[in-house]
């Protein structure tokens, strides 16, 4: 079965940082864009970070120079670096998987996967 487990959220204080995992399973990691959305309370859940296969980068203007999204294909795992959180980063963290699946007939099936998600609290 296919899983996205999100881990390493929790409380932290304004400039503080955090670094959030998501470990991957059951289908084939490295040939997936893997993208960090987050989520706060009575908003749009919005993208934050996207990594593609060959590790190209992009970032919302609002974390842009403050997080880092990296993956690491041998561990399956995608990572969220945050530093110098503000308040307003307060949301539920989700990460996601896409991508094609291919049968042994030849037969191309679009995926995409989600994670339950991780909550990030910046308080002081």
């Known amino acids: 079965q296919v899983q996205l487990v999100e881990s390493g959220g929790g409380l932290v204080q304004p400039g503080g940082s955090l670094r959030l995992s998501c470990t991957a399973s059951?289908?084939?990691?490295?040939?997936?864009?893997m993208s960090w959305y987050r989520q706060a309370p009575g908003a749009e859940r919005e993208l934050v970070a996207g990594?593609?296969?060959?590790?190209?980068?992009n970032y919302a203007d609002s974390v842009k120079g403050r997080f880092t999204i990296s993956r690491d294909n041998a561990k399956n795992t995608l990572y969220l670096q945050m530093n110098s959180l503000k308040p307003e980063d307060t949301a539920v963290y989700y990460c996601?998987?896409?991508?094609?699946?291919?049968?042994?007939?030849?037969?191309?099936?679009?995926?995409?996967?989600w994670g339950q998600g991780t909550q990030v609290t910046v308080s002081p």
């Open positions: 990594i593609t296969t060959t590790e190209s980068t």
């Open positions: 996601k998987a896409v991508g094609v699946y291919s049968t042994v007939t030849g037969y191309r099936v679009p995926r995409n996967y």
């Open positions: 059951g289908f084939t990691f490295k040939s997936y864009v």
